[in-house]
């Protein structure tokens, strides 16, 4: 298994501004993925954090709004950029263990609000 | 691309009912199948994981069975209770992807 923490675990932002979440995993993963749950809606993928090169971004997703960074098979960081209230969301990091090579793993997730 | 349909989208029992939540997939070539429960504005908890080559798999109350060839997941929750109150999502993997369905919100009643 994999313990997942992040921050913050909530904040709330003026538009315009940017906020960077952090995920921190307690032991390696060969896989690490950042989601976005809109209110009242399910988990949409926004791009798998890749270590040591760039995150591969889901349609609809672009490095310019999201940008990602994962220096290490333990840490990725994931910023809303420029932010509007239809930014609102719970962002979840998400992980596959090295020994679990197809169980997944979430953390508790950052609950945005932009005003 | 893969499609992952949950019914019913929600439910609500009394306490102490057996009751069975459906997910369906449209490509059964999948790795793994695994269900989470959610708690309002919570991250997500690992209920079970179903590999492909399994049928079922069973954690206390809750029992999920995996039919790979017509594409069904059920999970069952056995004597339900208030606690059990969450959204269940289910979700289908492949390599390099994770495919939600919508959730059932299950609401168990004293």
């Known amino acids: 298994s994999a313990v997942i923490s992040q921050k913050p675990s909530r904040d709330i932002c003026q538009r315009g501004t940017s906020l960077t979440i952090q995920c921190q995993v307690d032991?390696?993963?060969?896989?690490m993925f950042w989601y976005r749950q809109q209110p009242g809606q399910s988990l949409t993928l926004i791009a798998t954090?890749?270590?040591?090169?760039?995150?591969?971004?889901e349609s609809g997703f672009v490095i310019d709004k999201f940008p990602i960074s994962r220096p290490n098979l333990t840490f990725s960081t994931l910023t809303v950029s420029n932010m509007s209230p239809e930014d609102s969301s719970i962002y979840l990091c998400?992980?596959?263990?090295?020994?679990?090579?197809?169980?997944?793993?979430f953390g508790p997730g950052t609950r945005l609000t932009v005003t | 691309k893969q499609e992952v349909t949950q019914i019913p989208a929600a439910l609500s029992v009394p306490e102490g009912e057996n009751l069975v939540l459906n997910c369906s997939f449209t490509?059964?070539?999948?790795?793994?199948l695994q269900w989470f429960r959610q708690d309002p504005g919570k991250g997500l908890t690992s209920l079970l994981l179903?590999?492909?080559?399994?049928r079922e798999q069973t954690s206390g109350r809750l029992n999920a069975s995996l039919d790979k060839s017509s594409g069904r997941s059920t999970l069952y929750i056995a004597a339900s209770q208030p606690g059990d109150s969450a959204t269940y999502l289910c979700?289908?993997?492949?390599?390099?992807?994770?495919?939600f369905g919508k959730g059932t919100m299950l609401l168990v009643s004293p």
């Open positions: 979700a289908v993997i492949g390599y390099s992807t994770l495919t």
């Open positions: 032991s390696q993963v060969t896989m």
């Open positions: 954090a890749n270590q040591g090169s760039e995150a591969t971004y």
């Open positions: 490509d059964s070539a999948i790795y793994n």
């Open positions: 179903i590999q492909s080559s399994q």
């Open positions: 998400s992980v596959r263990p090295l020994t679990d090579a197809y169980e997944q793993y």
